[in-house]
C-alpha cells in the first residue's frame, strides 16, 4: 500500500495557533475544538465496538441486536471518517477498507482481510454462529485502529486548511462511494450513513464563521441530508440529481468559504486538485501526478509535439515496421480493434488485448498487471518486449540523434547546454507526455455533470444511476474517471478477479494469470487492473484477452456474476457472485449511459 504522510514541524504548530485565527483566543482555535472532539467521537467509536464485542461474546444476544449494534457501530465510524481517511488512510484501509487481501508493493508483504467491511459479511443477511470466533477477532482487530485514531489526533496538531480539505474530500467520498454502496455492500444503508458524514461536516465547518453571512453551504447540507434521509432505496436512489442538486453545490460552497478565510497552505501535487471545486470541473484532474520524478519530467507543449512524432514512427522499433501508432490507432480511440494484435516479425497473438490510451495518465499503475508505475516506464516495457516492438531504447536514442530533426525536437522539448546525445529518459518522457495529452474528460456526461442538462437524456440518466446502483459497476469503476483509480486520494489503483473465460461459450476461465506473474501470491491469480469505462463503446473487443465482442456480451457475463457465477471455477473471485437480476431495459440503459462517456 502507499502511505502518505505529511510531517510538520512543531514551531509551525505554534505560530499556526496565532496566524491562522489570531483574532480569537488561542483556546477557541476551530482545529483545536475540532481535534478535542474527535478524540471524544473515538471514544463513543471504542464503546460502541465494545458494546458490540461483548454482545457477541456472551452470546446472549440474537441476530437482530447484533445486527443493529452493527449498524450504529458504522454510524459513529462515519461521524469522523472524513478526519481518519485524511490524516491516517494507511489504518482506515483495514478499519473499513475492502474486505480483500492486500499487498504492499515495496515489501511483498500480505495483509489478510479486516475491518468494518468483513464484519459485515459475519452479519449480514444472515448471523452465521459458525463464525462466531471470527467475528470476535476482527471486533478485537479493530481496536488497533481506535488506539492509533486516538493516540494521532490527541497528539498531533492539524491546520486549518487541512480540514477544509478533508472535509471536501469527505464529500468527494460520499458522491464516489458512499451512495454506490462501496462499503456497505450487503446492507446497502447508503443514504443513512452518507447524511451521518454530512452531518459531521457541517457541525465541522459550523466553527468557521463566514463573515459575509453567506449561510449557503449549512442550508445546502441540511438539504443534502433531508434528500438522503427522504431516499433510502438504494436501487431507486436518484445519483444524477444528488449529485449535480446537492453535491456539487456543497463541495463548491467548501472551497468558495475556505477562499474567503485566506488560510496559508500546503499544496502538493496529487491526481484531484487541491483547488477543484466539483469532481468534474474542466481542469480537476492533474495528468503530471504520476510523471517519474521532480517537475522537469511534466508535460510540455514541445514535448508534446516530440512525443506525437515518435508516437507514429517505426524508428523506435527493432525492424523499424512497427510504431506505438500500430497498435494504438488514433482513429480508433488509440485501439487496434482486434481480440489480440500479433507478434512484431510473425502471425501468433501477443498476449493480451490493446487498451485504450484515452485518459491512460489517469492512473497510478500501467498494463493489465498493473505492472509499470509510469507512462515512462511502460513507453520502455513495450518498446524492449521482444513481441511488441522487439527494440532497445538506447539504440533507439542513438538513432534519433543521428537525425537532423529529432536532434533539434529533442534540443527544443529539453534544453541543455552541450548537448552530446539523447538521453532514454528524454524518449521515455517525451512518448509519457504525449499520452498525457490524451486526457479528455469531455463527454456527454462530463457536460451534463457541469449543469448542461440536456446533454444526457433520460435513459441515460437512468442508466447512471442503475450503473452507481443496483448493477454495483460504481464500486470498482470508481466515478468520474470510471476507472480502478480509488477516489478521492488517487493514490493507487485496483485489480478485480472476475472470472473472465477463456472463450465466450466456454466454461473454463481464462488461463492468463495476471498479477500473479508479477506477485506470486495466490490471491491475484486472474487478477486484472480495472480499466476504464470511459470511450467504452468505441474500443471492442472487451477484457485483457478480448474475449467479448459487444458491450451487451460484457453486461450479461456481469449480470450473472461474473466467471463463478456462471459455474466456471474461480477459487478466488473477488467480484460479487450473485446475480444482478437486471432487466433488458435496465441493461440497455445502461449500455445508453456507458455511450454518453465517449470523449468529443
Known amino acids: 500500500m502507499k502511505k502518505l504522510l505529511i510531517f510538520i514541524p512543531i514551531v509551525i504548530v505554534i505560530i499556526a495557533c496565532y496566524t491562522f485565527y489570531s483574532c480569537k483566543p488561542t483556546t477557541n482555535a476551530p482545529e483545536k475544538i475540532i481535534t478535542q472532539t474527535l478524540v471524544a467521537q473515538i471514544d463513543s467509536l471504542t464503546a460502541c465496538k465494545n458494546k458490540l464485542l461483548a454482545a457477541a461474546e456472551n452470546g446472549k444476544a440474537d441476530e437482530k441486536q447484533l445486527q443493529q449494534l452493527f449498524l450504529q457501530l458504522r454510524l459513529e465510524y462515519k461521524k469522523i471518517e472524513w478526519a481518519t481517511e485524511y490524516f491516517d488512510p494507511a489504518t482506515s484501509r483495514f478499519f473499513n477498507g475492502p474486505p480483500v487481501q492486500e499487498i504492499e508493493i515495496a515489501s511483498g508483504q500480505v495483509f489478510a482481510p479486516a475491518g468494518l467491511q468483513v464484519i459485515e459479511g459475519y452479519l449480514f443477511p444472515k448471523y452465521n454462529i459458525s463464525q462466531k470466533n471470527e467475528l470476535i477477532n476482527q471486533l478485537k482487530l479493530l481496536q488497533n485502529g481506535c488506539s492509533k485514531y486516538k493516540s494521532r489526533f490527541a497528539n498531533i496538531a492539524i491546520f486549518n486548511w487541512q480540514v477544509f480539505d478533508a472535509t471536501k474530500q469527505e464529500v468527494f467520498r460520499i458522491l464516489t462511494l458512499g451512495i454506490a454502496g462501496f462499503d456497505n455492500p450487503l446492507t446497502l444503508k447508503a443514504s443513512d450513513e452518507s447524511a451521518t458524514s454530512l452531518e459531521s461536516i457541517k457541525t465541522v465547518l459550523a466553527h468557521y464563521e463566514d463573515k459575509s453571512g453567506d449561510e449557503n453551504l449549512p442550508n445546502e447540507i441540511e438539504a443534502a441530508v433531508k434528500y438522503l434521509k427522504a431516499n433510502t432505496d438504494f436501487n431507486a436512489f436518484n445519483r444524477a440529481a444528488f449529485i449535480t442538486r446537492y453535491g456539487n453545490p456543497i463541495t463548491t460552497s467548501i472551497a468558495n468559504l475556505e477562499e474567503k478565510l485566506h488560510f496559508k497552505e500546503i499544496t502538493y501535487n496529487r491526481l484531484l486538485k487541491k483547488n477543484a471545486k466539483t469532481l468534474f470541473d474542466k481542469d480537476a484532474y492533474n495528468s503530471n501526478a504520476y510523471v517519474p520524478g521532480d517537475s522537469s519530467t511534466y508535460t510540455t507543449s514541445k514535448k508534446i509535439a516530440l512525443g506525437n512524432a515518435l508516437f507514429a514512427d517505426p524508428i523506435l522499433s527493432g525492424n523499424g515496421k512497427r510504431s506505438c501508432q500500430?497498435?494504438?490507432?488514433?482513429?480508433?480511440?488509440?485501439?487496434?480493434?482486434?481480440?489480440?494484435n500479433t507478434i512484431i516479425d510473425g502471425n501468433k497473438p501477443i498476449r493480451r488485448n490493446t487498451p485504450t490510451l484515452i485518459n491512460a495518465a489517469l492512473q497510478a499503475s500501467q498494463f493489465y498487471d498493473l505492472r509499470a508505475a509510469t507512462l515512462e516506464d511502460q513507453a520502455l516495457s513495450v518498446v524492449q518486449n521482444k513481441d511488441e516492438m522487439h527494440g532497445s531504447m538506447k539504440n533507439a536514442a542513438i538513432r534519433l540523434w543521428q537525425n537532423e530533426t529529432y536532434r533539434k525536437m529533442f534540443a527544443d522539448a529539453f534544453p541543455q547546454k552541450d548537448r552530446k546525445d539523447i538521453d532514454t529518459l528524454e524518449v521515455m518522457n517525451a512518448i509519457g507526455s504525449y499520452v498525457r495529452s490524451l486526457t479528455a474528460l469531455n463527454s456527454r456526461f462530463d457536460e451534463y455533470m457541469r449543469?448542461?442538462?440536456?446533454?444526457?437524456?433520460?435513459?441515460?440518466?437512468?442508466?447512471?444511476?442503475?450503473?452507481?446502483?443496483?448493477?454495483?459497476?460504481?464500486?470498482?469503476?470508481?466515478?468520474?474517471?470510471?476507472?480502478?483509480?480509488?477516489?478521492?486520494?488517487?493514490?493507487?489503483?485496483?485489480?478485480?478477479?472476475?472470472?473472465?473465460?477463456?472463450?465466450?461459450?466456454?466454461?473454463?476461465?481464462?488461463?492468463?494469470?495476471?498479477?500473479?506473474?508479477?506477485?506470486?501470491?495466490?490471491?491475484?491469480?486472474?487478477?486484472?487492473?480495472?480499466?476504464?469505462?470511459?470511450?467504452?463503446?468505441?474500443?471492442?473487443?472487451?477484457?485483457?484477452?478480448?474475449?467479448?465482442?459487444?458491450?451487451?456480451?460484457?453486461?450479461d457475463f456481469y449480470n450473472k456474476g461474473g466467471g463463478t457465477g456462471q459455474g466456471y471455477k474461480v477459487d478466488n473471485q473477488t467480484l460479487a457472485t450473485d446475480e444482478l437480476h437486471l432487466s433488458k431495459k435496465e441493461t440497455d440503459e445502461v449500455i445508453a449511459f456507458i455511450k454518453s462517456l465517449d470523449s468529443k
Open 326 to 340: 500500430s497498435c494504438h490507432n488514433p482513429a480508433m480511440a488509440f485501439t487496434d480493434g482486434l481480440v489480440k
Open 451 to 555: 449543469g448542461n442538462k440536456s446533454a444526457m437524456n433520460a435513459g441515460e440518466i437512468s442508466g447512471f444511476n442503475i450503473f452507481m446502483g443496483k448493477a454495483r459497476c460504481g464500486t470498482c469503476h470508481y466515478m468520474p474517471l470510471f476507472n480502478g483509480s480509488f477516489p478521492p486520494r488517487y493514490t493507487l489503483i485496483e485489480s478485480e478477479v472476475i472470472g473472465v473465460p477463456k472463450t465466450v461459450n466456454g466454461k473454463v476461465i481464462d488461463d492468463d494469470m495476471g498479477r500473479y506473474d508479477i506477485l506470486k501470491t495466490d490471491a491475484f491469480k486472474h487478477a486484472f487492473k480495472i480499466t476504464t469505462v470511459r470511450n467504452a463503446a468505441r474500443t471492442a473487443p472487451y477484457m485483457h484477452n478480448g474475449v467479448f465482442k459487444t458491450l451487451d456480451e460484457v453486461m
